[in-house]
């Protein structure tokens, strides 16, 4: 499987606030996916970033509040713009593998806000 | 668009006992089927997964079967240990790996010593 990696691991932001986080692959992958798993629930997707083109965001999640950008196939960052209360979660990236068979996540970034 | 429901959310098993935790998704299209394990603090791990032409897979103690009819597949784990105890996750998507996962809500299992 990839090596996944993210920075920051953890993060306290104060609300209006933007933080970037970065996922950083050790393989070139064609898709990148972007989660939120808020306290005690469930991942719920965000975006697809793909390179060379806009991601592709899911219901309930815009382009003004998670910007992502993807410059190239081993790295991708997603922004947490204007930051409240209800933005704390674990933020996760996937890759599919090699032969795209699996997913695998990155450690993720544990977001507070206050 | 996908909708994967789990069942249940909590689960209590004595040790040596068996588990199983059950999913059903509402895309006709979804073909694959992984299963996710998260302890405490930690990413979700692939344990286990199933494609859309197999009707059951089994890797040691766990075990997972699908039935494209019903659209449910559910996760079995046998001769259960205090490290099963965790958070599990079943998924479902169109295209392997290459394509989004629709998450089921969790399940929470507890292996009681």
């Known amino acids: 499987s990839a090596v996944i990696s993210q920075k920051p691991s953890r993060d306290i932001c104060q609300r209006g606030t933007s933080l970037t986080i970065q996922c950083q692959v050790d393989s070139q992958v064609t898709m990148m996916f972007w989660y939120r798993q808020q306290p005690g629930q469930s991942l719920t997707l965000i975006a697809t970033?793909?390179?060379?083109?806009?991601?592709?965001?899911e219901s309930g999640f815009v382009i003004d509040k998670f910007p992502i950008s993807r410059p190239n196939l081993t790295f991708s960052t997603l922004t947490v713009s204007n930051m409240s209360p209800e933005d704390s979660s674990i933020y996760l990236c996937?890759?599919?593998?090699?032969?795209?068979?699996?997913?695998?996540f990155g450690p993720g970034t544990r977001l507070t806000v206050l | 668009g996908e909708n994967v429901e789990q069942h249940p959310s909590t689960l209590s098993v004595q040790e040596g006992d068996s588990a199983v935790i059950k999913c059903t998704y509402s895309?006709?299209?979804?073909?694959?089927f992984p299963w996710y394990k998260q302890e405490l603090g930690k990413r979700p791990q692939l344990i286990i997964d199933i494609r859309s032409n197999v009707g059951e897979k089994k890797d040691q103690r766990i075990a997972v079967t699908l039935n494209k009819t019903a659209k449910h597949f559910s996760l079995h784990i046998t001769e259960t240990q205090p490290e099963d105890s965790a958070v599990y996750f079943c998924?479902?998507?169109?295209?392997?790996?290459?394509?989004?996962?629709?998450f089921g809500t969790g399940t929470r299992l507890t292996i009681i010593p």
């Open positions: 998924a479902a998507s169109s295209h392997f790996g290459n394509e989004k996962l629709t």
């Open positions: 996937s890759v599919p593998s090699r032969t795209g068979d699996e997913q695998f």
């Open positions: 970033a793909n390179q060379g083109s806009e991601a592709t965001y």
């Open positions: 895309d006709s299209a979804s073909n694959y």
